[in-house]
């Protein structure tokens, strides 16, 4: 009976091992990618987000916390840098100079003051190498990142304020 129950555990173990770090089924339906792609790259992305004090766009008199942009480095699975993530626009750019854009088609609530997973359309890549064929780009398993939570007010505007973050950036292409 034990030898049973191991040879099920260690099975049960090996299959967990072989599954994507982030399967599509326990993410929010918004920020799903398609049927018919597959992961290309998965990494994760260690920096920072830029805010500034603003006023609020359709609010005269009244200021807020204003995203500016994102700085950050992406890694593999083993910690070695592989790229890294800026805008604006959304850039990630892979180490062999290749490159990707695109544009937000969703976001999805996260953790409490974490920021919210996406989901992007990729535009197609600039130059050859790691990034050609991705279509779509999930952040996921965010940490950090969000606005300030120090008053921004008339007094303080122009502010900015540095917020550090981690998520992780899978890229996915067709099959």
Not at 32 to 40: A, E, Q, Y
């Amino acid at each position: 009976m034990t030898r049973k129950l191991s040879a099920c555990l260690l099975a049960f173990s090996l299959t967990l091992a072989l599954q994507p770090a982030h399967g599509q089924t326990a993410l929010p339906d918004a920020v799903k990618v398609p049927d018919g792609h597959r992961v290309l790259l998965e990494t994760v992305g260690v920096g920072e987000v830029t805010y500034e004090c603003r006023d609020k766009s359709n609010s005269p008199g009244q200021t807020e916390w204003t995203f500016v942009g994102p700085k950050a480095v992406l890694n593999d699975r083993a910690g070695k840098q592989v790229g890294e993530y800026f805008g604006p626009p959304a850039t990630w750019q892979a180490k062999d100079g290749s490159k990707v854009t695109g544009t937000q088609l969703a976001v999805a609530p996260a953790d409490k003051g974490a920021l919210p997973y996406q989901l992007v359309k990729a535009n197609p890549a600039e130059g050859k190498g790691a990034m050609q064929g991705v279509s779509y780009i999930q952040r996921l398993a965010t940490r950090g990142g969000v606005a300030p939570a120090s008053d921004c007010t008339v007094q303080n505007k122009g502010a900015k304020q540095v917020v550090q973050y981690q998520a992780d950036y899978v890229f996915w292409t067709h099959k």
